[in-house]
């Protein structure tokens, strides 16, 4: 790779991935996912997507953002990456969730269900959270520990791990 120095001081090499550690999980997800760019290519992936030219072409985004932000969720263990070849064409990559990256669909579908209730569009949901066996509609919540559904005005998030950085 070349790097370049500016005056000694400036590099253009890429910063390595540090893994975060903040003491809040939430803080320490964002450090990861945080970036609005980084949850749509994320969508896209748990639509199917794989391939950098489609991640590219079904968000516009551009390639130096979209090389970064595919390149720090690698380094997160999120996705891997996975060799293909077209035939007469050259070896690219694809981008695969791994078991890290399959687990945020829970905050996608979090995200999608409160746009959807507190952003409503005037025809109602583009599409709908719903079982792949069934087709029947899922919705993202709190349960207890025996399954039962919670309102979440019942549920505190300041736990346990909050007293451990105060």
């Known amino acids: 790779m ?3 120095t500016y005056a000694g001081v400036v590099s253009t090499a890429p910063t390595a991935y540090q893994p975060p550690t903040a ?11 945080g970036e609005r760019w980084s949850l749509l290519i994320l969508r896209e992936a748990h639509g ?10 079904n968000l516009g985004i551009a390639t130096n953002v979209l090389m970064t932000r595919l390149g720090k969720l690698v380094a997160a263990g999120v996705f891997e990456k996975r060799e293909y070849q077209i035939p007469g064409e050259r070896a690219r990559l694809e981008y695969h969730l791994t078991q890290t990256g399959r687990d ?15 952003l ?12 792949r ?19 979440t005005s019942q549920v505190k998030l300041d736990g346990p791990g909050a007293a451990v950085s105060k």
């Open 48 to 57: 199917g997507i794989t391939r950098f030219a489609d991640f590219q072409a």
């Open 2 to 4: 070349n790097v370049r």
């Open 120 to 131: 409503p569009l005037p025809k109602g949901p583009v599409t709908q959270r719903a079982d």
């Open 23 to 33: 003491q809040c999980a939430i803080e320490r997800t964002l450090a990861v996912v």
């Open 133 to 151: 066996a069934t087709g029947k509609p899922v919705s993202v919540s709190f349960v207890d520990e025996h399954g039962s559904p919670i309102d």
């Open 104 to 118: 945020l669909s829970i905050v996608l579908g979090a995200l999608q269900q409160w746009g959807d209730r507190h």
